[in-house]
């Protein structure tokens, strides 16, 4: 059973610091894997997705990169920004299903 | 990339009614469709599957005479919660994929969900 865990629960930085957000997975057979931002009382909001072939996927200020021997993830966010303040999630696919991590909470204040 | 519209946003119902919530894919079919519930400050749980044209499968512990799901065509997924109570109360999310070809890069696809309160 795939579990995903995420590390930090949360996080604090102060305006124009980069970040690294860490996901790990115990089931190396994943198929893909998903970025994901939900804001407060929103639904999610898809980040990256770092398809089974490859390492890593790049957005604006965000890169996401992917090691399925080692089980990892991460998403790094340059220069954050109080507008980047959220949730972000993690999700593994298998065979359709997607298995989300437990989240890390993001502020970044001004 | 793939839309998926849910609604309503919020639903207020009294304890014992049942609520139905509707998910859209609006630029794509979708013969699978995804529920989820959402507690306060936690992941996402996934609730069950939805097959357009078949039953739904139910994640272990979901009842599926409490949420009851119908998928009747390729673009519309409904969850009913029935005789609803306090404790169902919850955020709940719809996801689909758009599986066609070129847009399979898209991944997953959310609605904005529906926060749900049972008075």
């Known amino acids: 059973k795939q579990e995903v865990t995420q590390i930090p629960a949360a996080l604090s930085v102060p305006e124009g610091e980069n970040l690294v957000l860490n996901c790990s997975f115990t089931?190396?057979?994943?198929?893909?894997l998903q970025w994901f931002r939900q804001d407060p009382g929103k639904g999610l909001t898809s980040l990256l997705l770092?398809?089974?072939?490859?390492r890593e996927q790049t957005s604006g200020r965000l890169n996401a990169s992917l090691d399925k021997s080692s089980g990892r993830s991460t998403l790094y966010i340059a220069a954050s920004q109080p507008g980047d303040s959220a949730t972000y999630l993690c999700?593994?696919?298998?065979?359709?299903?997607?298995?989300f991590g437990t989240g890390t909470r993001l502020l970044v204040s001004p | 990339g793939a839309v998926v519209s849910q609604h309503p946003s919020r639903v207020i119902c009294k304890s014992g009614t049942s609520v139905k919530i509707e998910c859209r894919s609006l630029?794509?079919?979708?013969?699978?469709m995804f529920w989820y519930r959402q507690f306060p400050k936690q992941s996402l749980m996934l609730m069950a599957t939805?097959?357009?044209?078949?039953?739904?499968?139910?994640e272990q512990g979901v009842e599926k005479d409490k949420f009851l799901i119908n998928h009747a065509s390729l673009t519309l997924s409904t969850l009913t919660v029935t005789s609803a109570h306090p404790e169902d109360s919850s955020f709940y999310i719809c996801?689909?994929?758009?599986?066609?070809?070129?847009?399979?890069?898209?991944?997953?696809?959310f609605g904005s969900g529906t926060r749900l309160t049972v008075v």
């Open positions: 999700a593994g696919t298998g065979f359709q299903k997607l298995v």
């Open positions: 089931d190396s057979a994943i198929y893909n």
């Open positions: 939805s097959n357009e044209g078949s039953k739904a499968t139910y």
């Open positions: 630029d794509f079919q979708a013969t699978t």
């Open positions: 996801s689909a994929r758009d599986h066609s070809a070129g847009r399979e890069l898209y991944g997953y696809t």
């Open positions: 770092i398809q089974s072939s490859q």
